[in-house]
């Protein structure tokens, strides 16, 4: 099993709608969470942080379960800017600084 | 306050030279991470660093590419003998000190090797 995993996708998600993806992890020990946006292979931008239950920021909201181990992200409204690909990141495990980041799961809002 | 600042944007090189690329981190940051992104591929963690120190380096291959963090100046990531399959965004990020804080990642350098 993979560190962290997540659809690819892509979700195709109208222009107005909501799309929401999961991202599991396999570190139980585990207590920060992130989620960036990466647009066209520019740096990764910090979107989220999640080192609770869960965060929301305006449209954005994002979840964490820990007893599946998996964190969600749930965009409201989608606008054509939202159309990127979103990377989850956890810690790994015995290492304080090491992040690992997920594939990305990529999103394309459609007019 | 300035971002995490890497240079060169692009870098050309031919098959055998070596490439340097360079990272300063954010202002107050003392932790420096690189990170190289393959065409088409995620993101794939290469080493961490703090100040004259190499904390993990586990990403890193064995041979050819090295790391520093010195005390005066920015981080260095050091790529000897370049072959094709270098050619990559390598990506340098930075922290703050406390455990479980975000990265904040620069531009990053894109390097062609031909």
């Known amino acids: 099993r993979k560190e962290v995993e997540q659809d690819p996708g892509p979700f195709n998600v109208p222009e107005g709608a909501t799309v929401a993806f999961n991202c599991t992890y396999s570190n139980s020990a585990s207590q920060s969470f992130f989620w960036y946006r990466q647009d066209c292979r520019k740096e990764p931008k910090l979107l989220m942080s999640v080192y609770s239950s869960g965060n929301e920021d305006g449209r954005f909201t994002a979840q964490l379960n820990r007893a599946s181990q998996y964190i969600s992200l749930l965009i409201r409204d989608s606008k054509l800017s939202d159309s990127a690909t979103y990377l989850c990141?956890?810690?790994?495990?015995?290492?304080?600084?090491?992040?690992?980041f997920g594939a990305g799961t990529q999103v394309v809002v459609t007019p | 306050n300035a971002g995490v600042m890497q240079n060169p944007r692009h870098l050309v090189r031919r098959r055998g030279q070596e490439a340097r690329l360079r990272c300063s981190p954010m202002k107050g940051h003392s932790h420096v991470y690189w990170y190289r992104q393959l065409p088409e591929e995620g993101l794939k963690f290469m080493v961490y660093?703090?100040?004259?120190?190499?904390?993990?380096e586990s990403g890193m291959p064995k041979e050819r590419f090295s790391a520093e963090f010195p005390k005066e100046g920015p981080s260095i990531l050091r790529i000897q003998q370049v072959v094709r399959g270098d050619s990559a965004a390598y990506f340098c990020?930075?922290?703050?000190?406390?455990?479980?804080?975000?990265?904040?990642f620069g531009n990053g350098t894109r390097l062609t090797v031909t």
């Open positions: 990141v956890a810690p790994l495990a015995d290492s304080w600084g090491k992040l690992q």
């Open positions: 660093l703090q100040k004259e120190n190499i904390i993990d």
């Open positions: 990020a930075s922290s703050a000190e406390k455990r479980g804080s975000p990265l904040h």
